[in-house]
């Protein structure tokens, strides 16, 4: 019922397009929260509706990303600590350097990149860490494009 007035509510109407669109525009320099790389160009729900459907129309529940991001994170949602998704308005990874990249002479000056919780983190807030810089293939994403804003500055991912 709730999935259905979404559908109804932010997507199937004007009116409610104009809320749909307000949400996409409260990502920071229109870049995914997420990735930090691409645009902003859809809703998500981070907790998925079909599994919380309650949650459907909450507006804390509604994170603006990119395309590759919804995709990536489909309707997963860990149930455990350890597995939960990273909330890009809530979960803050403090000032800490966390993301290094080196310099592949050998494959003609490719920059790698890698994701090294400091020391200082807790098991589960490094693993959350790790499980999201590979479920976004951030390694391979942020290679991919020499003009990526690093997130490591930032704070947030």
């Not at 709730?2 to 409610?16: D, H, K, N, P, T």
């Not at 919804?70 to 803050?92: C, H, L, T, V, W």
């Not at 390694?139 to 990526?148: E, H, K, Q, S, V």
């Amino acid at each position: 019922m709730f999935e259905e007035i979404y559908g109804e509510a932010l997507r199937g109407r004007a009116s409610g397009r104009k809320l749909y669109d307000a949400i996409k525009a409260v990502a920071a320099d229109t870049r995914c929260p997420l990735c930090g790389i691409q645009a902003v160009a859809q809703v998500d729900h981070h907790a998925p509706k079909d599994k919380f459907p309650l949650l459907a129309l909450t507006p804390m529940n509604l994170v603006a990303v990119c395309g590759p991001c919804n995709q990536f994170k489909s309707n997963a949602f860990g149930q455990e600590s350890a597995r939960g998704a990273i909330y890009p308005y809530f979960d803050d990874f403090g000032p800490t350097r966390w993301l290094f990249a080196n310099i592949d002479h050998a494959a003609g000056g490719v920059a790698v990149f890698q994701e090294t919780p400091p020391a200082t983190w807790s098991a589960t807030k490094a693993t959350r860490l790790q499980r999201h810089f590979t479920k976004y293939h951030l390694a391979d994403r942020y290679g991919a494009r020499p003009d990526t804003p690093w997130p490591c500055g930032r704070g947030r991912i």
